[in-house]
C-alpha cells in the first residue's frame, strides 16, 4: 500500500468516525400528540444548581423579595397539571430579561427547575416540555407559547391552561380576547398568590393588586402593549433585542389575524 493510499484510508476512517459521533448524539422529539397547551408564565430567571435553592431570594435573577417560592410553585403546578395524561404540551415561557442572568433565559431556568425536581417524578413529562425564550411580557406569554406549540405540533390548540398568580387571571382573559382566542378555551389554574391583604397596599397582596390595576388599564388601552409604558417595559426586559424576532419567527400574524390590525 503506498503512503497515499494510507493517508486516503485514514482520512476515511477519520469521516466515519467523525460521522458515527454526530449521528445519535440528540434526537428529534415527537410532540404531534399534543392537543392542549400548558403555559408556565416566567417571572424571574433562575440560577439555582439544585432544587433546595429554588426557594431562596438569592437565585432568582429579577424576582420580588420573597416571592422565590411562589415562582417555584407555579413551575411546579404546571408540571403537576401536564403529568395529567398524554396529549399536554407544557411551555415555559419567559425571554433574556435580565442582564445579570447573562443569556438565560427565564423560560430555559424554569425547565431546568424542573429537571432538579425531576419532573415531579412524572415519567416521560419532560419529553412534553419546551420553552418559548422570547417572551417579555404577560401578553406576549400567550401569544408566543401559541406559537411554539403550532410550531411543534403543526396546529393550533383545542385548548390552553395557564398557571400562575390567581390575581393576574383577568389580565391573561384580556390578552385571549385581544388574540381571538375564545374564553370558553382557556383555563386558568390560580396557583398562589402574594401574602398579605387586598384592603392593605402596603402589604405584598395588596400592592401587587394595585400595580395590576393600572396594567389592566394600561392593556386596556394598548391590547398588544406596543406602545406607551407597556412598550417601554417590554424594551427594558429585551437587553439582548430578541423580542420582536418572535412576531416573525412564530409567524403569528398568520395565528392571530387581529395583530394584523
Given at each position: 500500500?503506498?503512503?497515499?493510499?494510507?493517508?486516503?484510508?485514514?482520512?476515511?476512517?477519520k469521516?466515519?468516525?467523525?460521522?458515527?459521533?454526530?449521528?445519535?448524539?440528540?434526537?428529534?422529539?415527537?410532540?404531534?400528540?399534543?392537543?392542549?397547551?400548558?403555559?408556565?408564565?416566567?417571572?424571574?430567571?433562575?440560577?439555582g444548581?439544585?432544587?433546595?435553592?429554588?426557594?431562596?431570594?438569592?437565585?432568582?435573577?429579577?424576582?420580588?423579595?420573597?416571592?422565590?417560592?411562589?415562582?417555584?410553585?407555579?413551575?411546579?403546578?404546571?408540571?403537576?397539571?401536564?403529568?395529567?395524561?398524554?396529549?399536554?404540551?407544557?411551555?415555559f415561557?419567559?425571554?433574556?430579561?435580565?442582564?445579570?442572568?447573562?443569556?438565560?433565559?427565564?423560560?430555559?431556568?424554569?425547565?431546568?427547575?424542573?429537571?432538579?425536581?425531576?419532573?415531579?417524578?412524572?415519567?416521560?413529562?419532560?419529553?412534553?416540555?419546551?420553552v418559548?425564550?422570547?417572551?417579555?411580557?404577560?401578553?406576549?406569554?400567550?401569544?408566543?407559547?401559541?406559537?411554539?406549540?403550532?410550531?411543534?405540533?403543526?396546529?393550533m390548540?383545542?385548548?390552553?391552561?395557564?398557571?400562575?398568580?390567581?390575581f393576574?387571571?383577568?389580565?391573561?382573559?384580556?390578552?385571549?380576547?385581544?388574540?381571538?382566542?375564545?374564553?370558553?378555551?382557556?383555563?386558568?389554574?390560580?396557583?398562589?398568590?402574594?401574602?398579605?391583604?387586598?384592603?392593605?397596599?402596603?402589604?405584598?397582596?395588596?400592592?401587587?393588586?394595585?400595580?395590576?390595576?393600572?396594567?389592566?388599564?394600561?392593556?386596556?388601552?394598548?391590547?398588544?402593549?406596543?406602545?406607551?409604558?407597556?412598550?417601554?417595559?417590554?424594551?427594558?426586559?429585551?437587553?439582548?433585542?430578541?423580542?420582536?424576532?418572535?412576531?416573525?419567527?412564530?409567524?403569528l400574524?398568520?395565528?392571530?389575524?387581529?395583530?394584523?390590525?
Open positions: 500500500m503506498t503512503t497515499t493510499d494510507k493517508g486516503a484510508n485514514a482520512a476515511s476512517d469521516t466515519t468516525m467523525l460521522g458515527t459521533s454526530i449521528v445519535g448524539t440528540s434526537s428529534v422529539r415527537n410532540y404531534s400528540d399534543a392537543k392542549i397547551l400548558i403555559i408556565s408564565p416566567g417571572h424571574a430567571v433562575y440560577v444548581k439544585e432544587a433546595s435553592q429554588s426557594n431562596s431570594d438569592e437565585y432568582w435573577k429579577g424576582g420580588f423579595k420573597g416571592e422565590a417560592p411562589y415562582y417555584t410553585q407555579h413551575a411546579l403546578a404546571a408540571i403537576e397539571e401536564a403529568g395529567k395524561g398524554q396529549h399536554f404540551l407544557l411551555v415561557s419567559g425571554g433574556q430579561t435580565r442582564e445579570t442572568a447573562g443569556v438565560m433565559s427565564e423560560a430555559q431556568s424554569y425547565w431546568f427547575l424542573g429537571q432538579q425536581y425531576n419532573w415531579n417524578n412524572k415519567v416521560g413529562l419532560e419529553k412534553m416540555a419546551t418559548d425564550d422570547f417572551a417579555r411580557d404577560s401578553f406576549e406569554n400567550v401569544a408566543f407559547s401559541v406559537g411554539k406549540f403550532v410550531m411543534a405540533t403543526g396546529r390548540p383545542l385548548e390552553i391552561v395557564i398557571c400562575g398568580w390567581g393576574k387571571e383577568a389580565r391573561y382573559r384580556m390578552h385571549a380576547d385581544a388574540l381571538g382566542i375564545r374564553q370558553d378555551k382557556l383555563h386558568y389554574i390560580n396557583v398562589n398568590n402574594p401574602e398579605g391583604s387586598a384592603a392593605d397596599v402596603s402589604s405584598p397582596l395588596g400592592g401587587a393588586l394595585k400595580g395590576e390595576k393600572k396594567t389592566i388599564m394600561d392593556f386596556f388601552v394598548t391590547p398588544f402593549g406596543n406602545s406607551g409604558i407597556l412598550l417601554q417595559k417590554k424594551l427594558q426586559r429585551d437587553p439582548y433585542i430578541r423580542g420582536d424576532a418572535a412576531y416573525r419567527y412564530y409567524n400574524n398568520e395565528l392571530f389575524p387581529l395583530l394584523r390590525q
